[in-house]
């Protein structure tokens, strides 16, 4: 008698056009590889990416779509050449599951900026297969090991579901520019990156002005630490927050005008941006950028060694 082993579909929730919101669905995961780590998710953050994602808004979404790049689940199974992980562990899966692991950014821990393209946690290609990739909406995953993140035991799993987004996000473009105690850094909006930014930032030692268009938002910015809280449109308080600002890290992911807060920066100051996908309107005035040589930048989550290092950043400064 033979016998054939049948992987059992995987249970996710999907969405099959731009109104169809989500409901149950299964597929049939790909084969099993060497480097694979397959994963029990137990909790999975809900990013505004999903619901761009859902409803099209990028024109861009592969149906069925299963969306979820914040993972956290249990290790099940480990392939023979996975060397970190082990059945039990908890571990952590990002925006990303692959990339080509060889030009020079890759080498460089910078996955998320592959000459060829990371491939996404969901809506992206396989590599191999070319089958699209489906995410964390759904009860396991199996995920190449290198982009596969251990959660420390100090970290609440469930809790650190928004790391592997919205905390890379912001910590990457912190870091990177090199924030230190002393410097003084604005946050431009308060939702699920803002959060983030402002504890980062506060966590770094800098001192934190929150920007927001609404009252309402006030005392939960200092009560995330921000020492001080601008309302943006009050002009009055807009202009005496100008020149003060060595960073400002801007998470708002709707069309916004620039042009009032990067009068906030002093001169040398960085205008890091990470929410706003959309062309810039009204368009930015390069006078206040040449006249005290401010910089603008962008940033993209991060690589995979700097999400393991921001979980044990989260992990040690919660
Ligand atoms: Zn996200
Ligand atoms: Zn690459």
Redesign the pocket.
Known sequence: MTSTVSIPSVRAYAAHAPDSGLAPWQYEPRDPRPDDVAIEILYCGVCHTDIHFVENDWGMTLYPVVPGHEIIGRVTAAGPEVTRFKPGDIVGVGCMVD?????S??RDGL?QY???GSVFTYNGIDRPTGRVTYGGYSERIQVKEAFVVSVPDKLEPASAAPILCAGITTYSPLRHVGVKPGDRVGVVGMGGLGHMGIKFARAMGAEVTLFTRTEAKVEEGKRNGAEHVVVSSDVEEMEKAAGSLHYILDTAPVEHDLNPYIACLRVDGTYLLVGQLTPLNPPINPVPLLMGRRSLMGSLIGGMSETQEVLDFCAEYQ
């Open positions: 990339s080509c692991r060889e030009c950014n890759c996955e592959c000459d060829q």
